[in-house]
Nanobody
Framework: QVQLVESGGGLVQPGGSLRLSCAAS????????IGWFRQVPGKEREGVSC????????EFADSVKGRFTISRDNGKNTVYLQMNSLKLEDTAVYYC?????????????????????WGQGTQVTVSS
């Protein structure tokens, strides 16, 4: 059974950090670009970051540049999203997703229709 499982979400104060994990089972993340998205109720899902397989190049939304980093451990079949200097507006459900059509994050990386497999999401709440 193909699954992506996110973990690491929680409640954190502004300025704090969290590391989200995206673990795959039933398939390997090798060869695929992996994206992180987030969604707030009543708003569209937003692309946060993407990491390529071929050269581990990365993409970030402007709103998180300089604060978030993304990495992958192909040996552990896991992708990580390190979130630092968290802000109130980072509160959302965070999802990881696998793009089976591309090994590199392209100009379309923010398009959620590019991604075939999705995790169930993990809640991140930034609050004082």
């Amino acid at each position: 059974q193909v699954q992506l499982v996110e973990s690491g979400g929680g409640l954190v104060q502004p300025g704090g950090s969290l590391r989200l994990s995206c673990a795959a089972s039933g398939f390997t993340l090798d060869h695929y670009a992996i994206g992180w998205f987030r969604q707030v109720p009543g708003k569209e899902r937003e692309g946060v970051s993407c990491i390529s397989y071929s050269d581990s190049s990365t993409e970030f939304a402007d709103s998180v540049k300089g604060r978030f980093t993304i990495s992958r451990d192909n040996g552990k079949n896991t992708v990580y999203l390190q979130m630092n200097s968290l802000k109130l507006e980072d509160t959302a459900v965070y999802y990881c997703a696998a793009n089976l059509m591309r090994s590199r994050c392209s100009g379309y990386w923010r398009n959620d229709h590019e991604y075939a497999y999705w995790g169930q999401g993990t809640q991140v709440t930034v609050s004082s």
